[in-house]
């Protein structure tokens, strides 16, 4: 298992509307997600900040998310959700959320 965090803005005229369509997320995208691997996923917010932490139970993350990029249901939906996100300016190159580094962790 490989533990995730990531960082990426949201407007703040959008921000409750994205946490009313998380607050209600459609079930193929969930199925997605969990069909992906990922697992224990939360997003938080912090002043116009997310922060998502998951977990990845996969052997091949490259194309498990591929798989998530294909799937018809999560390209509507991130079609809705992008327009209310701001990315990181100093984000890596082909990142829409900034992937952080872990430094610590202790169960």
Excluded at 58 to 80: C, F, H, V
């Amino acid at each position: 298992m490989k533990r995730f965090g990531q960082l990426i803005g949201v407007k703040p005229e959008s921000f409750e509307e994205y946490k009313a369509y998380h607050a209600k997320v459609w079930p193929e995208v969930l199925e997605t997600i969990r069909r992906c691997h990922i697992r224990n996923y939360s997003i938080f917010h912090w002043k116009g900040v997310l922060f998502a932490y998951f977990e990845y139970h996969g052997t091949d993350y490259a194309a498990d998310m591929a798989r998530m990029a294909a799937d018809p249901k999560t390209q509507e939906w991130w079609k809705i959700m992008m327009p209310m996100q701001e990315p990181p300016p100093a984000r890596a190159e082909g990142e829409w959320w900034a992937e952080m580094e872990e430094v610590f962790h202790t169960d």
